[in-house]
């Protein structure tokens, strides 16, 4: 009896996911259609020039495996852009090591992120756009260790830095 209502509370949750993940699909769809940006292309061209994985990411609203992003454990001195146009987000002054394994940073640049709110994955979260493209960045959190008590957690694959 106890197999059968563990496989039975396992076939409800895949279902549930399966069910938020096309809402989620769909959702992205009428964004894309809505929402207007500097920087606009069309999903071929976004293709073309992001390749999968960070189609995926940036244009899908995706997320990469925590501590595999080749920015989660970098701090050179520079500028982190947008890995889909090159708008400039967020300072390497700003980044700290948060421990959750995706680069964080404190505060983004004036004006050069876009939040939404995300009630995907049955989480309430705030989504982080790049405001010149509306590429998918990552989310924002109120449990940052510094003053701003922020922590913008963010793909490494939104992402190239400028020194």
């Not at 050179?76 to 980044?95: A, I, M, N, R, W």
């Not at 709110?117 to 260790?145: N, Q, V, W, Y």
Request: aromatic residues 12%.
């Amino acid at each position: 009896m106890i197999n059968v209502l563990k496989y039975t509370v396992l076939l409800i949750v895949l279902f549930v996911s399966s069910c938020q993940g096309q809402e989620r699909k769909e959702t992205v769809k009428k964004e894309k259609k809505t929402m207007k940006y500097t920087v606009e292309k069309t999903e071929a061209e976004w293709k073309a020039q992001l390749g999968p994985e960070r189609y995926r990411i940036l244009r899908e609203k995706g997320t990469e495996y925590s501590h595999t992003g080749e920015y989660n454990l970098h701090f050179e001195k520079g500028t982190y852009v947008c890995g889909g146009c090159q708008e400039p987000l967020f300072s390497s002054d700003s980044k700290f090591e948060s421990h959750c394994g995706w680069p964080s940073f404190d505060e983004a640049l004036p004006g050069k992120v876009e939040y939404k709110k995300d009630l995907s994955f049955g989480m309430a979260r705030t989504e982080i756009l790049c405001a010149k493209c509306g590429g998918h960045l990552g989310h924002i959190f109120d449990d940052g260790p510094t003053e701003t008590g922020k922590r913008f957690c963010v793909n490494s694959a939104s992402l190239d830095f400028k020194k």
